[in-house]
C-alpha cells in the first residue's frame, strides 16, 4: 500500500496509467494495521484504551479514511475510463 500511497500522494490520481488506478480501487490496509485497527475499535467500544491507544486509533482511522477516499476517487477514473462499470 506504501507504493500507491506514495503514486497518490505525488502525482494526481487521474494522471495515472491504468493499472495503477485499478490498484488503488483495489488496495487494502496492510493486514498487520488492519488486525491492530479492528483490535483497538473492539477495545475503544469496550472504553478499554489508554491515551496512546487512543491517538493510535486516530492515527489508523486517518489512514482508513484515506484509503477510503483515494478508492472512491480511483474508481470515479476507472469509471470514466472505461475499466469497472458504474456502480449504479
Not at 493499472?19 to 478499554?48: I, K, W
Not at 489508554?50 to 476507472?78: C, F, I, P, T, W
Amino acid at each position: 500500500m506504501t507504493e500507491i500511497n506514495h503514486a497518490i500522494t505525488e502525482l494526481h490520481l487521474e494522471s495515472l496509467p491504468d493499472v495503477q488506478v485499478l490498484a488503488v480501487c483495489d488496495m487494502q490496509m496492510e493486514s498487520q494495521q488492519q488486525e491492530v485497527f479492528s483490535e483497538l475499535l473492539a477495545r475503544h467500544r469496550e472504553g478499554q484504551l489508554n491515551d496512546a491507544e487512543v491517538r493510535q486509533l486516530d492515527e489508523l482511522m486517518q489512514v482508513y479514511r484515506r484509503g477510503l477516499v483515494s478508492k472512491a476517487r480511483a474508481l470515479k477514473v476507472a469509471v470514466e475510463r472505461g475499466l469497472k462499470s458504474n456502480l449504479n
